[in-house]
């Protein structure tokens, strides 16, 4: 969110949750189909309200639960093929929240190599 007037620096708030990992069935080949393997999600959202100081209010702001709960309903949906799919509908189900007007999904694969973590990032705004 971008707070902007002469008499203040503009500003951007956002809301995170960080290095969430769940279970999930996703892959492509036959070897992946039928199991579950772990996923690390990271998201970064940009909230179009925020609490002041003094209010201190819940009301005032989204909350990082609901990121949470999108995230274990896409994991617990069943099977996925692509790592897209997952960060595309994580990120569509957060802006579907009325006060969540930009966010930042990264999905990464953590069991297939041992020497690197493949994934995906994409940016969404409303």
């Known amino acids: 969110m971008f707070f902007c007037s002469k008499k203040r620096r503009c500003s951007t708030n956002q809301i995170f949750l ?4 769940v279970e999930m069935e996703i892959g492509a080949y036959a070897n992946e189909k039928g199991r579950k393997q772990r996923v690390r999600i990271n998201i ?6 925020w609490p002041t100081a003094s209010h ?5 702001t989204v909350s990082y639960d609901i990121l949470v709960k ?13 790592v897209e799919t997952v960060a595309e509908r994580i990120a569509e189900a957060c802006l579907s929240e009325k ?6 999904v990264c999905v990464e694969k953590l069991d297939i190599y041992p020497f690197a973590v493949p994934g995906v990032e994409i940016i969404r705004a409303k």
């Open 18 to 21: 960080k290095d969430m990992v």
């Open 56 to 60: 201190d209010n819940l009301s005032e």
């Open 44 to 49: 970064t959202a940009e909230p179009s309200i």
């Open 99 to 104: 006060h969540i007007r930009k966010v930042t």
């Open 70 to 82: 999108h995230v274990q309903a896409i994991a617990n949906g069943g099977h996925i093929h692509l």
